[in-house]
Structure formats: structure tokens, C-alpha cells
T-cell receptor, first 115, second 120 residues
């Protein structure tokens, strides 16, 4: 079974600085997707960024980028120029491609932005 | 576009009571999912429906039943609520059904706003 591990329950960063959230996963599949979701206090799950396993190039979305290391099964999220609105729970997730594409989530990292 | 709509947003039950969480999506998605979120455990899959007419168990199906009423709607039922079912429940949907190719541009889940359920 696939598992996703986020080893940092909480992180904090000064506004305008850069922070990296860690994620590792375990799978025997070769084709899959990885995601980072953000959950602000409103509880809504918001997609931040996704990475296709078959792509070597790391995904980027404005201030958000990932460091995808397929051999190491590592998928970290870097947030540059942190803003107060980035404060949230961040979940790393893995999606199986065979079967019904269920998302498997990590435990989450609570990110605090210090003004 | 409303996206994924869940009702109710909050509910308090007594042990042994039954209730149904409703979920509807207006994006013409094939697949729908029910997750529960508990502190320190991320989101765990309860049941999913890969396409209309099919349902399958996820990681934590015990104590729940589901119905894929039509392509739009996927309900979650607690027949006899227990305190261990106190949680926040999320419904989600995705465009691509089963099977799916690696190069598909979809494979993104859209979530509802969540339903907080307390069982006393």
C-alpha cells in the first residue's frame, strides 16, 4: 500500500522569506501524480501544485515550486517570498493511477507566517 | 459554478442515531470520493465511486455506507453513529474515471467545503 509521510507537524517562517516543507512517499508504482494541497482556516482544500511522476522537470506555480526526487521518493514544496495568506495546513498527496485514482494524504504540516 | 457542494456543514448526533451526508457536483465529473479528516492523520478515504453505478471501499469504510445516486450525487450514510465517527468529512470529485492514462491532464480532485460531525 502507498504511504505518504510529512515529518514536520509544524513550521514557521518570517514574512517574505522562503520555507521548504518536506514529504516522502512509498510506492511500487512507476506512474503516478503528486500534489500539494493547502487548507486554510476556512477548511477548504485548495490545490497548490501537482507533479507528474513521468516528468523530470520540477513543477512551479508562481511562488510555489517543488523538488521532486523520484529515486529518493521525495517531494518537497518550496514557498518563496512567504505571505501572511500562505498560513495554512499543507498536505502532500499521492495519487494512484491504476484503479480509481484515490488520493493518499500525508499527516499535514501547519505553516505559520510571522509578520 | 458551485463545484462540489456538501450538506450539512455542521451536525451533532447522539450515539446510535443515523444520518446522511449529501454531496453534489456540477462539473460532470466521473469519480467521487468521501474522506474523513482527523487531527494528525491527514485525510483518509472512506469510500469512492470511480464512475456512476460503482462504489468501492477505501481505507476506513467500517460504519459507513454510500450511494451513488446519479452522476452528480454521492451520499454517505452513518447507520448507527459512534463517537469515533466524530470528524470533518470531505466530499471530492475528479474528471477522469477508470482507467486513466499517465498523460491525462486531469487527475485533480476538487473538494467540497467539509462537514463537521460531532457524535456525543
Amino acid at each position: 500500500a502507498q504511504t505518504v509521510t510529512q515529518s514536520q507537524p509544524e513550521m514557521s517562517v518570517q514574512e517574505a522569506e522562503t520555507v521548504t516543507l518536506s514529504c516522502t512517499y512509498d510506492t511500487s508504482e512507476s506512474d503516478y501524480y503528486l500534489f500539494w494541497y493547502k487548507q486554510p482556516p476556512s477548511r477548504q482544500m485548495i490545490l497548490v501544485i501537482r507533479q507528474e511522476a513521468y516528468k523530470q522537470q520540477n513543477a512551479t506555480e508562481n511562488r510555489f515550486s517543488v523538488n521532486f526526487q523520484k529515486a529518493a521518493k521525495s517531494f518537497s514544496l518550496k514557498i518563496s517570498d512567504s505571505q501572511l495568506g500562505d498560513a495554512a495546513m499543507y498536505f502532500c498527496a499521492y495519487r494512484v493511477l491504476q484503479g480509481a485514482q484515490k488520493l493518499v494524504f500525508g499527516q499535514g504540516t501547519r505553516l505559520t507566517i510571522n509578520p | 459554478n458551485a463545484g462540489v457542494t456538501q450538506t450539512p456543514k455542521f451536525q451533532v448526533l447522539k450515539t446510535g442515531q443515523s444520518m446522511t451526508l449529501q454531496c453534489a457536483q456540477d462539473m460532470n465529473h466521473n469519480s467521487m470520493y468521501w474522506y474523513r479528516q482527523d487531527p494528525g492523520m491527514g485525510l483518509r478515504l472512506i469510500y469512492y465511486s470511480a464512475s456512476e453505478g460503482t462504489t468501492d471501499k477505501g481505507e476506513v469504510p467500517n460504519g459507513y455506507n454510500v450511494s451513488r445516486l446519479n452522476k452528480r450525487e454521492f451520499s454517505l450514510r452513518l447507520e448507527s453513529a459512534a463517537p469515533s465517527q466524530t470528524s470533518v468529512y470531505f466530499c471530492a470529485s475528479s474528471e477522469v474515471g477508470y482507467p486513466v492514462s499517465v498523460s491525462s491532464g486531469a487527475n485533480v480532485l476538487t473538494f467540497g467545503a467539509g462537514s463537521r460531525l460531532t457524535v456525543l
